[in-house]
């Protein structure tokens, strides 16, 4: 008789690579412990960081999309504007995705364990529950999912109130009257142009000449552009030598210059860390890296053949999409299973305002992998469908080889970047010629015609 505390797979953390990794191995007939410290399964995804921060942002553009309509109606935001009167749907839908992840939980026989995880041996787990009680559960596969939580820097005084990490931005209450912004990342980017929209002041700063310095550089010259427009300033090759509450209405900012910046909010979005001191993972076997990460090889795998780690806690790329993955293939090489053909073309989705997306490589790695590059280039202006919607700050960047011939990259910012963008990675899968998006007919009109008319650039480059 199998022992209740007796499972063959345990995965520790319920956010998208843990709840993939465990319907996986419920999946293959398994029985499956998914081992989660929150009342609620979901993770950081769920509750703090994607669903959250893009119905604030999705809020945001609907009152652009108001304001824009003046003609019509006569629209003008309060000054004492609540944030949460801007995210009214909010509960709504974390309480919905969160049922339904429970309820997919449940209809694969999944147990869900309630409290925080700590290796006791290599297969042996500790599990201390809210009521101070444990139980030590074992496994012969587990699997780490515990994702990640905001960086504190040792010289920022974050206390949840006037200084905010990316856990605790949308606790405010009101909407305030500006903010500064230390990083340059994904996520400061993403929430500095949202409050900017929404009229905030906002001023981002960062040690980089440009935020988002991974991406295409057409890509971050529209967002830079957009942002300013929006009243935004980047303060880029800055350091800071002191952050402060003055105890009364402001944040004070030394920049290493001397430069001072007061706003009444400071958000501190430099980057995160994983979650994993209190797993106690050298009891099994496993030592962090000097970047505080599990390391894995291609397929997820640590030092030890029967622990996997997935998602945030083994570093980028750090996206729900790859953490998704990582848990379902990790669990198939796990028991033995095919898991498909290993994604070659993943997508980055980056939700700012305006969103941007990418995939394949970019114009400077065309270069430098191929001895050159052709590149066209669609604006959203110039698409009927664009001057439709309103949507005319945009651009699709569609990257080829030397020649003109084949698709090797997409870059793409505007609104529906993050849609739009599957496009281009089915025809980078497909090895699409370039030809193939001039001869094929797009529904007319749409933002997908920007596909043909960047293609058409290429040709006619090729031509001159």
């Not at 997935?310 to 095919?338: F, K, N, T, W, Y």
């Amino acid at each position: 008789m199998t022992s209740p505390h007796m499972f063959d797979l345990l995965v520790i953390g319920s956010g998208p690579a843990g709840q993939k990794a465990a319907i996986q191995g419920a999946k293959a007939g398994k029985r499956v412990g998914l081992i989660e410290q929150t009342r609620e399964v979901g993770g950081a995804c769920v509750y703090q960081g994607t669903i959250p921060s893009k119905t604030l942002r999705e809020s945001a553009l609907q009152m652009v999309r108001f304001l824009r309509a003046t003609d019509v109606f006569e629209f003008r935001m309060r000054d004492d504007v609540r944030i949460s009167s801007l995210m009214t749907r909010l509960d709504r839908v974390v309480r919905a995705h969160g049922e339904f992840m429970k309820e997919q939980l449940t209809r694969n026989g999944i147990q869900h364990l309630h409290g925080r995880a700590k290796f006791l041996s290599d297969r042996e787990i500790d599990i201390q529950h809210l009521d101070g009680t444990h139980t030590n559960v074992s496994a012969s596969l587990i699997v780490i999912a515990t994702g990640s939580r905001p960086r504190v820097p040792d010289h920022v005084p974050i206390d949840h109130e006037h200084i905010l990490d990316s856990d605790s931005i949308l606790s405010l209450v009101y909407l305030p009257k500006s903010l500064t912004v230390l990083g340059g990342g994904v996520i400061a980017s993403e929430y500095a142009s949202i409050f900017a929209l929404l009229g905030v002041q906002v001023i981002m700063v960062d040690s980089a000449d440009r935020p988002l310095k991974f991406l295409d550089q057409d890509l971050t010259d529209q967002f830079c552009q957009a942002f300013e427009e929006s009243g935004g300033q980047y303060r880029g090759l800055q350091k800071i030598r002191q952050v402060q509450w003055d105890g009364f209405s402001k944040v004070t900012t030394t920049l290493d210059n001397g430069q001072i910046l007061e706003s009444e909010k400071m958000l501190v979005a430099l980057g995160r860390v994983a979650n994993i001191e209190y797993l106690n993972v050298p009891a099994a076997g496993l030592t962090p890296t000097s970047r505080g990460l599990i390391s894995v090889n291609e397929h997820c795998q640590t030092v030890m053949p029967h622990i996997y780690a997935v998602g945030d806690v083994i570093g980028p790329p750090s996206l729900a999409s790859c953490s998704m993955e990582q848990g379902r293939r990790a669990v198939c090489h796990a028991l033995g299973l095919s898991p498909g053909s290993a994604p070659e073309h993943i997508p980055m989705g980056i939700y700012s305002i305006p969103e941007m997306s990418s995939v394949g490589l970019s114009e400077q790695e065309a270069i430098a992998k191929h001895g050159g590059a052709m590149v066209g280039r669609a604006r959203f202006h110039e698409i009927a469908r664009g001057q439709i919607s309103g949507m005319t700050n945009g651009l699709l960047k569609m990257v080829a080889d030397a020649q003109g011939k084949q698709l090797l990259g997409v870059h793409i910012v505007g609104e529906g970047a993050t849609e739009l963008i599957h496009i281009g990675q089915m025809g980078l899968l497909h090895r699409i010629q370039i030809d193939s998006f001039v001869e094929n007919i797009f529904n007319f009109p749409t933002l997908a015609e920007t596909y043909r008319v960047a293609a058409l650039d290429i040709a006619k480059q090729r031509r001159g």
